[in-house]
T-cell receptor
Framework: NAGVTQTPKFRILKIGQSMTLQCAQD?????MYWYRQDPGMGLKLIYY???????DKGEVPNGYNVSRSTTEDFPLRLELAAPSQTSVYFC?????????????FGNGTRLTVT | AQKVTQAQTEISVVEKEDVTLDCVYE???????LFWYKQPPSGELVFLIR??????QNEISGRYSWNFQKSTSSFNFTITASQVVDSAVYFC???????????FGQGTRLTINP
């Protein structure tokens, strides 16, 4: 069972470069999320999606874009990378079910912008 | 707005001691869900427990126990007879009824010394 798969695991970007963090889940979950975790901090929500074609902003959306063309995939795009985007990025998914089901997390992507 | 506060940034104890991690939450929802996640040094996020707001029974799972008190808006986590493998960052999280978003606390870094 793959669960939530994130690629790549690590990436170093130069300031101003762009990249896409990939996230795929095979659990047929409607809800998908992107969080970032800065060193020593909790997780902050960047974007989330409640189904294909529907996305919404979280707490810290600036500098990022998302799309959800299929139930399985939820890529996160960084345009014009900045040092402030150095972080660990986690993708997660869950079933709707009124909010009571836990999120399943991928193993994270560690991004450094220099 | 929903908020989770984990006031203990870091805790360090000697193996076999009992330790309690505090979690205080704020929400206006009458139905909500509380979660604990563990993040070991390897970095992944591991789901530990979910509690809904209308079930205040304490829960025990081996050396782990959780004390949910609506009167004080707290959902504390106790590890009995701690072990070195319990060393991790522990996150408390909150999700409202029908809410898509999971809000995390800042996390508590727990170090168990041999």
């Amino acid at each position: 069972n793959a669960g939530v798969t994130q690629t790549p695991k690590f990436r170093i970007l130069k300031i101003g470069q762009s990249m896409t963090l990939q996230c795929a889940q095979d659990m047929n979950h409607n809800y998908m999320y992107w969080y970032r975790q800065d060193p020593g901090m909790g997780l902050k929500l960047i974007y989330y999606s409640v189904g294909a074609g529907i996305t919404d902003k979280g707490e810290v959306p600036n500098g990022y874009n998302v799309s959800r063309s299929t139930t399985e995939d939820f890529p996160l795009r960084l345009e014009l990378a900045a040092p402030s985007q150095t972080s660990v990025y986690f993708c997660a998914s869950s079933s709707p079910s009124g909010g009571g089901l836990p999120l399943h997390f991928g193993n994270g992507t560690r991004l450094t912008v220099t | 707005a929903q908020k989770v506060t984990q006031a203990q940034t870091e805790i360090s104890v000697v193996e076999k001691e009992d330790v309690t991690l505090d979690c205080v939450y704020e929400t206006r929802d009458t139905t909500y869900y509380l979660f604990w996640y563990k993040q070991p040094p390897s970095g992944e996020l591991v789901f530990l427990i979910r509690r809904n707001s209308f079930d205040e029974q304490n829960e025990i799972s081996g050396r782990y126990s959780w004390n949910f008190q609506k009167s004080t808006s707290s959902f504390n986590f106790t590890i009995t007879a701690s072990q070195v493998v319990d060393s991790a960052v522990y996150f408390c999280a909150l999700r409202g009824q029908g809410a898509q978003k999971l809000v995390f606390g800042q996390g508590t870094r727990l170090t168990i010394n041999p």
